[in-house]
């Protein structure tokens, strides 16, 4: 604008020489925004658009007038909107060509990228900047051929790089105002989801491994007993854990970071007030493009009473084994799907059997064949009526012989009364069965007729002498009472 209204030939030429220099740069400056905003662009193609218009604004200084004139021989005063405006005339540079070259390089940059951008995503904004971008420098190529034939005056050109840098301006607009709202609904996600990590007592952490510093919530600074302004590196963290999980839990970490990028740890943390509380962590690594990892983030949550719950379970079936395998009758134990979970080191040193032979319905290998279908039939049937059951059969000890055993189940239920299973007992019934039939051999054997009553005055045994006296088969007499025999 000062260079119309310059008076001399010496005085247009240098503003016109720095206002040439203005116009370089400002051509590299929109490619390189393109690029930078759009994401897209060939790279080579514009490092060659830096270097032309780098050796253009050399030319600009090189001896001479400007770069267009070699010498500016006079100006022309022309009437324009009532103003008078200067135009030069002189002898132009060769290299003044170089100038249309420059401009169709950044027209081709342009529409590569904006073809490139609306493929990936985005199609409005990158036909809206890139395409018009390309527009644009198609008229000032125009504007620049017509100037320098003398039919138009330089501001044209001029007004339509304002344009450019409107249009860049508008939208960068839209992306501010894309941004604050993006920015609004970032703060009322982050509240929500504080809001949510605090109903469901957890804290959230993150890790920032180039730095070395740790983000960690308010929750989660009270339990590792860590002031609110206290800086946490990775260090201080493993400062505040029990010296028992320091090492497993830096293992975890690093198994993390190197191989599976996932995180997951249980370890015990040390409050200010010396209280241990256990905590359980899992998080996730993000890594760059070259798979570096630049951070673990995650959310911790407190399972003290879990880890209670389950030490004192622990303790419990400990202490059932210990009984379980001390006691001197055979036990079993099954779940809700029938099968055999548990045999205690009784019943493992009388099969002279590994537990994992008797698990399932293993053990059934070792019931007497002519036993086998009655033993099944009475556990299936009482399991499915959740009834107890008593059952004899014959079970293989380790020396190969056949013990008699008397099994009494029961089920079994939870603390909510779920049903969990059946749980048994089993002993040695051979002895005794040896002992009944010898007292049975002697009744029959005897000269005299037996009459055995129980507490009732019922009769539960007769010998066959007293069925030939009486004349009642043994079938009429069990369970009369002895006044039958005897009024």
Not at 30 to 35: N, T
Not at 144 to 168: D, E, H, K, N
Not at 297 to 322: K, N, Y
Not at 416 to 441: H, M, N, P, W
Request: with cysteine.
């Amino acid at each position: 604008m000062v260079a119309l209204r310059a008076q001399t030939p010496a005085e247009y030429g240098e503003l016109w020489r720095w206002a040439l220099s203005l116009g370089m740069l400002e051509g590299v400056l929109i490619a390189w925004f393109i690029r930078l905003y759009l994401q897209a662009g060939r790279l080579w193609l514009l490092w060659l658009i830096c270097g032309l218009r780098a050796l253009m604004l050399v030319l600009n200084f090189v001896p001479g007038t400007n770069f267009y004139f070699r010498e500016i021989t006079g100006l022309q005063q022309t009437p324009l909107l009532g103003e008078l405006i200067s135009r030069p005339h002189g002898v132009l540079h060769p290299w003044a060509m170089l100038m249309q070259p420059s401009l169709l390089l950044i027209i081709i940059f342009a529409i590569d990228a904006a073809h490139t951008a609306a493929k990936r995503s985005g199609r409005r904004r990158a036909w809206v900047l890139g395409g018009l971008t390309a527009v644009g420098f198609s008229l000032v190529i125009v504007c620049y051929a017509l100037y320098a034939r003398g039919i138009l005056p330089s501001t044209f050109s001029s007004q339509l790089f304002l344009l450019l840098i409107l249009l860049m301006g508008y939208e960068l607009s839209i992306d501010v105002l894309r941004a604050g709202q993006l920015s609004r609904e970032l703060v009322e996600s982050q509240q929500r989801m504080r809001l949510a990590a605090s109903a469901a007592d957890l804290s959230l952490w993150e890790w920032d491994i180039a730095r070395d510093e740790i983000w960690v919530t308010e929750k989660g600074r009270e339990r590792a007993g860590v002031g609110a302004s206290e800086r946490i590196d990775f260090e201080r963290f493993l400062r505040a854990l029990h010296p028992d999980d320091r090492e497993p839990t830096q293992q975890a970490v690093r198994h993390s970071l190197e191989v599976s990028g996932e995180f997951e740890a249980e370890y015990r943390v040390i409050a200010r007030d010396g209280a241990t509380r256990w905590v359980g962590a899992r998080g996730q690594v993000e890594r760059d493009s070259a798979g570096k990892a630049l951070r673990l983030r995650g959310i911790s949550v407190d399972i003290t009473e879990r880890r209670r719950s389950v030490d004192a379970l622990r303790e419990s079936e400990a202490r059932f084994r210990t009984v379980a395998n001390t006691a001197p009758v055979l036990i079993w134990m099954s779940g809700t799907d029938k099968l055999c979970n548990f045999f205690n080191k009784g019943w493992l040193d009388f099969t002279g059997r590994t537990l994992e032979q008797e698990l399932g319905n293993g053990w059934a290998e070792g019931v007497h064949p002519d036993d086998l279908a009655g033993c099944m039939k009475t556990y299936v049937e009482s399991f499915d009526a959740r009834q107890p059951f008593t059952m004899e059969y014959r079970l293989r000890r380790h020396d190969g012989k056949y013990r008699w055993l008397s099994d009494y189940g029961v089920p079994r239920y939870d603390s909510a009364q779920k049903f969990s299973g059946y749980i048994g007992s089993c002993v040695d019934l051979t002895e005794r069965r040896s002992a009944d039939e010898k007292f049975r051999l002697a009744i029959e054997a005897s000269p005299s007729g037996i009459v055995l009553v129980n507490g009732a005055g019922r009769m539960v045994l007769v010998s066959a002498l007293t069925e030939r006296l009486f004349g009642y088969s043994r079938e009429e007499l069990i369970g009369q009472t002895v006044e039958m025999l005897i009024p």
